[in-house]
């Protein structure tokens, strides 16, 4: 973890920039494989399966005996621990439930808005060293309440053939049926044009490696709508000589074991702090299964020790994907914050809570995306259609206006689908 | 316009079908100005202008002096018709503010959610044959309810250097400030990188030509976000034998004037009325100074007659972005409908009508885009970041769940950030 005290503004800016990603080189690659599996469909997905995951297979979909198998497989003790999160991650995203308003904007003229469910959806979940199930609930989940007819989910076989018992336990739980056992570039591909086994959706959630993530843009480019583009994991931790090193310590590693690119920002006005936690790293990382990981993210990572004052304009330069607040002053930092994917507030809250089960989304806008990104929600399987309905007097009241401003666009056949109602109302009326 | 009989699916799969658009023939283009603008500067700025839009230009702010003059050109009743309509965009846009609930998932966690504006955007709004002060209002009210900081507004000048005034007026009137004389590749280059004179913004807004939509799209490669993909402007327009014909001929030759690449489709299970309809849309076409650019929409526009049992399902599978329900059974269809932007249900209620006063937006998703996306809301302003805050007794609730399924994926310093906590907790108990 590097060190900066005190930097100036022209300083931060250099200090706060996260590497280039180079998604170029994949490109092609990605390019080759969409051609080929929308030319031949399920015989592409089995070469490319053989190709790169090294498996063979030509039966894609999960069958009911392989999911009661993983049901058998998975102990109690992490069933119970999913349905709780399940039950958490149900409670905040159903809130994001909207009802429908009516708002009369003129006497006669209403108008309002629907959320409906995307018809189709894909979820691609990565397999490698994690097998992310908690991500099957917190894509999974949305989509089921959102009310999507079609959820696919998508993910890398072993070399046996065989997907993470709990990824398929946690799909059976929430109601996902339609279970691919396809990974990396073409399962983006399948699940952008189908075939002969595979349905193609209207928009893709999930995270993956730089192959899955270029894949993703490129469907994006063809037109295929996907939850947000993506960058490796991060956490911004503020913490003040009020803060526990060991949870300050323990919060950063989290962060910092997700993969070799993950980055961790430590900001404090306590230089102290800052050197009593990472003192403190070195004595946790000890004991940790996947300290090799660690070391490495650690070597992209950063402390800054900087004035109070300058704290809040730091994490909305920096934008990060988690921020955790662990200060006496949670609360002055709070009403300042314009970008951050998640916010976790005081020192019970680390984001390992929100990684898995306090409720809300894991899937976040990284690399500064939070700018102008929102992570997943409700709102990422729904698309809002307005409706609105006019009545004879709504028209009157509104007619004149719309006649104007169509006219003064020179949108003359506009103006006249107003003219040609107003006069029929008149003659209605003689 | 053509007429189809009694289609069936594999005929209306074809029926259906968009043009595809070549949007690679300007990507080079757009490369080289983005490269240029980045590099030069205000300077590149000046020489697109001139060398694209025919115009000497090296101040692109617009001045006070221009504010004040174009206030002054537009008439009276064209100012009172915008007023009018951005109160009911206003009122409309207002309803959409979410208001901050939090939710305890679990004893001691709270979780909830708040929208924050994007800090800059940028608005593009074209020049050509409509001036779209409308547009203004559509992007501009809901960025100003939102609470963005910087708004950012480009708009082509004409060869003398001068933009629209009703674009002006209606930009002062809701208070946007920052608007630039810049147009095409180069304007959306420049909120992209920011100039001497133009500031950069982190998502961008607004219809143009295939240039900007190129240009957009790229901007969105580069990691800026966009409003949506775009496409030509269209309509479905759903009619019975009750409907009047020339209600429905005036929708559909609204839609044909926007472009020549405007798609109108009428859908009945009436073939005399889509009959009548053609021969009123040759009696109002007549009078229409646009008549060159309708007649060549309706060239690629359609009719289909189908049985009523269809129409749902032939909605959602073109996905229109505007659809006109004009039928004795318009419940029915609203109940079924899964895909389209914005719908007008009834005779009174004409598509110019949300176009731009009743207070729907009419930035919405075309080229089928509406199976995934939304169309211009204040949600398209914000940015939703979660917070979440567990107490001590909390973290004694969540613990155990997140402990179990940490190890599970393999995460053991996710464990850990809970256990360093729990133990800590016990100690204290001692």
Redesign the interface.
């Known amino acids: 973890m590097k060190i900066y005290l005190n930097p100036n503004s022209t300083e931060l800016k250099v200090i706060l920039q996260r590497k280039v990603l180079n998604e170029n080189l994949v490109e092609n690659t990605v390019k080759d494989v969409f051609e080929k599996v929308k030319n031949e469909g399920d015989k592409a997905i089995s070469e490319f399966s053989k190709k790169f995951d090294n498996v063979n297979i030509s039966t894609f979909l999960i069958s009911k005996v392989e999911f009661i198998e993983a049901i058998e497989e998975v102990p109690e003790?992490?069933k119970?621990?999913?349905s709780?999160?399940a039950?958490?991650i149900e409670?905040?995203h159903s809130?994001?439930k909207e009802n429908v308003?009516i708002?009369e904007?003129?006497e006669g003229?209403k108008?309002w808005?629907k959320s409906?469910g995307?018809?189709k959806v894909g979820i691609y979940i990565p397999g490698g060293?994690?097998?992310?199930?908690?991500t099957v609930l917190m894509l999974g989940i949305p989509a089921r309440i959102a009310g999507c007819d079609e959820i696919v989910l998508c993910t890398p076989p072993d070399k046996n053939g065989k997907v993470n018992p709990?990824i398929l336990y946690t799909a059976n739980l929430i109601g996902i049926s339609k279970v691919y056992k396809i990974g990396g570039i073409q399962a983006i591909a399948a699940m952008t044009y189908g075939t002969e086994s595979i349905p193609n959706v209207?928009?893709i959630f999930g995270p993956g490696n730089q192959y899955v993530t270029a894949a993703k843009?490129y469907a994006?480019?063809i037109?295929?709508?996907i939850d947000m583009?993506a960058g490796p994991s991060e956490v911004m931790v503020i913490c003040d000589e009020t803060s526990?090193e060991?949870?300050i310590a323990?919060?950063l590693?989290?962060q910092?074991?997700?993969g070799i690119d993950s980055q961790v920002v430590l900001v404090s006005d306590s230089e102290d702090k800052i050197r009593l936690v990472n003192d403190e790293i070195k004595v946790?990382l000890e004991n940790?299964?996947?300290r090799s990981i660690?070391e490495k993210s650690l070597e992209n990572s950063i402390a800054i020790l900087t004035q109070k004052i300058n704290i809040v304009s730091i994490i909305?330069q920096y934008a990060p994907e988690h921020l955790i607040l662990n200060t006496s002053f949670n609360e002055e930092l709070?009403l300042g914050?314009?970008?951050?994917?998640?916010?976790?507030?005081?020192?019970?809250?680390?984001?390992?809570?929100?990684?898995?089960?306090?409720?809300?989304?894991h899937t976040l806008?990284t690399?500064g995306?939070?700018?102008?990104?929102?992570?997943v929600?409700l709102?990422s399987f729904?698309?809002?259609?307005?409706?609105?309905?006019?009545?004879?007097i709504?028209?009157k009241n509104?007619g004149?206006?719309?006649e104007?401003?169509?006219e003064?666009?020179?949108?003359?056949?506009?103006?006249?689908?107003?003219t040609?109602?107003l006069n029929?109302l008149k003659d209605e009326n003689k």
Chains 1, 2 share one sequence.
């Open positions: 003790e992490l119970n621990a999913i709780q999160a039950l958490n409670k905040f809130n994001q308003s708002i904007t003129m003229v108008c808005r409906i995307i018809e060293t994690a097998p992310l199930f908690s709990a209207y928009k843009q994006q480019q037109n295929i709508a583009p526990k060991q949870f323990a919060d590693l989290s910092a074991e997700h946790q940790l299964p996947r660690i909305n709070i914050i314009k970008n951050a994917g998640s916010v976790f507030i005081g020192e019970f809250t680390p984001e390992s809570a929100g990684d898995y089960a306090s409720g809300t989304n806008p690399n995306f939070s700018k102008q990104y929102s992570g929600s709102d729904v698309k809002k259609i307005t409706f609105q309905e006019i009545s004879r709504g028209i509104i004149k206006t719309v104007i401003m169509a003064a666009e020179g949108l003359l056949a506009h103006k006249n689908a107003i040609i109602r029929n």
